[in-house]
């Protein structure tokens, strides 16, 4: 592959990063884990900006979150014994799915993230826990939930504007029961039909409150607030698991306008979302 790059820039911390971005524009790229550019990389692209030795690769909690590196590996995620613990373990079971050994030793939680494609499975796992995502500028630090980052006005600043840093998820979370599924042609595959990610709180076998969302079905990542108003307060049974599939598909249906391409996707959907349902009630019976 031709390239037009004349410069390589290894920046000492992530605000210095951020403003490389901003002053070079589309004439700049950040790499970390690289395996985004290693088949498309624009020909505008006269710098590569390296930040793969930012101290950005830590997963540690305190007593207000999970803070998670952007530059952590999605294997580092898939292996962390914290994150093993954490929500029934759903975030390094999500890591865990799809592409290879190999992808995931080399990619980043902040490539995989902040790359706008309905198929990266760590979106929906941080939506259904309530993320925050952090970033900076080249001054200051900006965060915001983590659904206002996928919006794709955000999306297009993200490289450009501003630098993901972290991915912070409420203390609250580790708790929950959570669980996830995913249908592809085979579990390697990063191409999927569907990705279901549900996370509930729990107590004395009512959920108190309830998160589902879904993934390469939609154009992006997003939670279905009308599955979720059905199952909070409701007894955390088998039953309450169907009745919330079915509304998931009802939602699904209306916000793919009814496709008959997206049809089967719609109901393995639903199938995924009571199976992950079951298995989270399963963690707290």
Not at 85 to 98: K, N, S, Y
Not at 110 to 121: C, E, I, L, M, Y
Not at 213 to 230: D, G, H
């Amino acid at each position: 592959m031709r390239t037009n790059i004349r410069r390589f820039c290894f920046p000492a911390s992530a605000q210095e990063a951020a403003a490389i971005l901003a002053r070079l524009k589309a004439t700049a790229v950040v790499v970390a884990g690289g395996t985004r550019h290693t088949r498309t990389l624009s020909p505008a692209v006269e710098t590569v900006v390296d930040i793969s030795d930012l101290p950005l690769r830590h997963i540690k909690a305190d007593g207000r979150w999970l803070r998670l590196g952007a530059l952590c590996t999605i294997a580092e995620l898939e292996k962390s014994p914290l994150l093993a613990r954490w929500a029934r373990g759903v975030i390094a079971r999500t890591a865990g799915l799809g592409s290879n050994a190999l992808a995931r030793g080399m990619g980043t939680l902040g490539g995989n993230v902040v790359r706008a494609h309905p198929f990266n499975n760590l979106p929906p796992v941080f939506l259904a826990l309530d993320a925050v995502a952090a970033c900076v500028d080249g001054k200051r630090e900006k965060t915001m939930p983590f659904a206002d980052l996928l919006k794709p006005e955000v999306m297009a600043s993200l490289g450009r504007r501003y630098l993901l840093t972290e991915i912070r998820i409420p203390a609250a979370t580790r708790r929950w029961a959570a669980a996830t599924d995913r249908l592809a042609l085979t579990r390697s595959d990063w191409e999927s039909y569907v990705h279901c990610v549900v996370a509930a709180d729990v107590k004395g076998r009512k959920v108190r409150r309830a998160a589902v969302a879904v993934a390469a079905i939609l154009p992006r990542a997003a939670r279905l607030p009308r599955t979720e108003a059905l199952l909070a307060g409701r007894p955390a049974t088998e039953a309450t698991a169907g009745q919330a599939a079915s509304a998931a598909v009802s939602e699904l249906t209306a916000l793919t306008g009814a496709s008959p391409a997206k049809a089967y996707a719609r109901e393995a959907a639903g199938v995924l979302i009571r199976r992950c349902l079951l298995e989270a009630f399963k963690e707290v019976s």
